[in-house]
Nanobody, 125 residues
């Protein structure tokens, strides 16, 4: 059974930093594509960053240059380092695996692929 457990969320002032983590189990971690999504109330499900099976990282334009997606194969854990945070980053952040492709719009579909429970991030101005 696939398990994804996020941690590290919290509240931070604008301009500050947070690192969210996702501990993974139940599937072949090495070489697996994974992604971070986020959703704020009243907003659509948004892809924040993804790492391909080849280890290539891709970032949303809104976070590029400020967020870093890393993968620790020895610990079966992925991380999202978030620097220079803006209030627009306030959302629940989800760790995902096994998605067939990029999701567009609407509520994050937790019945497609595997999703963690989410960890909340609040950025105040």
């Amino acid at each position: 059974e696939v398990q994804l457990v996020e941690s590290g969320g919290g509240s931070v002032q604008a301009g500050g930093s947070l690192r969210v983590s996702c501990a993974a189990s139940g599937f072949t971690f090495d070489g697996s594509a994974m992604a971070w999504y986020r959703q704020a109330p009243g907003s659509e499900c948004e892809l924040v960053s993804t790492i391909t099976s080849d280890g290539f990282t891709v970032y949303a334009d809104s976070v590029k240059g400020r967020f870093t997606f890393s993968k620790d194969n020895s610990q079966n854990t992925i991380y999202l380092q978030m620097n220079s945070l803006k209030p627009e980053a306030t959302a629940v952040y989800f760790c995902t695996a096994g998605l067939p492709g990029v999701l567009y719009g609407g509520t994050c579909p937790h019945d497609i692929g595997s999703w963690g429970q989410g960890t909340g991030v609040t950025v105040s101005s």
